[in-house]
């Protein structure tokens, strides 16, 4: 098991930029493959990005393809998500999640990940 504890969300304007960073404790972090995944009200969660063990394959979907940038330091135990050119429709709660790998592979499924923090809300005013 590990613990993810998420920071760095707050209020920001279109256009702005943002990072948040996930800290995960235990000293296996370099064992799982990790995400950010956000849940807007009423909406279902969705991935936003994924990333290795060790960082080498990425994953983003269409939505926010060149505009986020998923990163992992595995020294520090932490995530981190880059998040530029924001638009109100990126206004969530962001989770970072944990899925152990037994490979250096991107997993893209909620269902893959049994581990998550408790959230960090990003809102994008217009």
């Known amino acids: 098991q590990v613990q993810l504890v998420e920071s760095g969300g707050g209020l920001v304007q279109a256009g702005d930029s943002l990072r948040l960073s996930c800290a995960a404790s235990?000293?296996?972090?370099?064992?799982?493959?990790m995400a950010w995944f956000r849940q807007a009200p009423g909406k279902e969660r969705e991935l936003v990005a994924a990333?290795?063990?060790?960082?080498?394959?990425?994953y983003y979907p269409d939505s926010v393809k060149g505009r986020f940038t998923v990163s992992r330091d595995n020294a520090k135990n932490t995530v981190y998500l880059q998040m530029s050119s924001l638009v109100p429709e990126d206004t969530a709660a962001y989770y970072c999640?944990?899925?152990?790998?037994?490979?250096?592979?991107?997993?893209?499924?909620?269902?893959?990940?049994?581990?998550w923090g408790q959230g960090t809300q990003v809102t994008v005013s217009s």
């Open positions: 999640a944990a899925a152990e790998a037994v490979w250096d592979g991107v997993f893209i499924r909620q269902t893959q990940y049994r581990n």
């Open positions: 235990g000293r296996t972090f370099s064992t799982y493959a």
């Open positions: 990333i290795s063990r060790t960082g080498g394959r990425t």
